[in-house]
């Protein structure tokens, strides 16, 4: 297999535009640690009520991390991610946020000549449901 059809030397492939506007449309967010071009850390700054996360692909858990600690806030958390379920991040964080929405098809992100080699998901974090459940 080819190692390009797994992974990007690239970081800053933006959101579909459908994708994010639905999403804003819904959630109405106020904040977006990932931004392209930002001149700050979105792992260091606070959050806003509302944020929209399409974090780094190479770094998930990180961000899946930061999410979940705002959670006390009261924050909601909506992220555009790859669905790996095989990974740490996934079972570790996903699986206990409140709502998963799997995409159908492939995506085209920004800047891309090409539809996206994997799936994607949408994964919220917020206190509209149950999070944790502890395993037996």
């Known amino acids: 297999m080819n190692r390009v059809v797994f992974k990007s030397e690239r ?3 933006t959101t579909p535009d459908d994708v994010y506007s639905a999403l804003d ?3 109405h967010f ?3 640690p990932c931004h392209n071009g930002q001149l700050w850390d979105g792992l260091s700054v606070e959050w806003g009520q509302s944020n929209f996360v399409n974090p780094p ?3 998930i858990i990180k961000w899946m991390e930061k999410a979940w600690s705002e959670l006390d806030s009261g924050k909601t958390s909506v992220f ?3 669905s790996r379920t095989d990974s740490e991040w996934f079972h570790k964080y ?3 946020a409140s709502e998963i929405r799997f995409i159908r098809g ?3 992100f920004g800047g891309s000549p090409h539809n996206a080699p994997f799936p994607s998901c949408i994964v919220v974090f917020n206190n509209a449901a149950p999070l944790f459940v502890e395993e037996a």
Request: no cysteine.
């Open 11 to 13: 970081h800053d492939w």
């Open 80 to 82: 555009l991610v790859p």
């Open 94 to 96: 996903a699986l206990n």
């Open 57 to 59: 692909y190479k770094n």
């Open 106 to 108: 492939r995506l085209k």
């Open 30 to 32: 106020d904040f977006d």
């Open 25 to 27: 449309a819904e959630f």
